[in-house]
């Protein structure tokens, strides 16, 4: 099993802007693909940004330009520095890894980022 670990989630203004982080450990296998989800007001989670081992980088059409992902494959860390931030962004953030390209998703406990004035 995959334990996740996220932390930097919190209040902002909009346009302020947070960095979160995601640890992964407990897996003796390789993980292909790391990134986050989050949750707004419906019951689904939609795509922030993905990241490959490799480096290939897959953005949510609401976040491109504003959030850049980063990973860290010697420390199975991800990151998520989110600029420009307005209300819409606000949601439950879930970091998510998986083990190959169609395999299932792990996912974290989930961390809120709230912005609002």
């Known amino acids: 099993q995959v334990q996740l670990v996220e932390s930097g989630g919190g209040l902002v203004q909009p346009g302020g802007s947070l960095r979160l982080s995601c640890a992964a450990s407990g897996s003796a296998f390789t993980i292909y693909t790391m990134g986050w989800y989050r949750q707004g007001p419906g019951i689904q989670r939609d795509l922030v940004a993905t990241?490959?081992?490799?480096?290939?980088?897959n953005y949510g059409d609401s976040v491109k330009g504003r959030f850049t992902i980063s990973r860290d494959n010697n420390k199975n860390t991800v990151y998520l520095q989110m600029n420009s931030l307005n209300p819409e962004d606000t949601g439950i953030y879930y970091c998510?890894?998986?083990?190959?390209?169609?395999?299932?998703?792990?996912w974290g406990q989930g961390t809120q980022v709230t912005v609002s004035s």
């Open positions: 990241m490959t081992s490799g480096g290939s980088a």
């Open positions: 998510t890894a998986r083990q190959s390209s169609v395999g299932r998703f792990y």
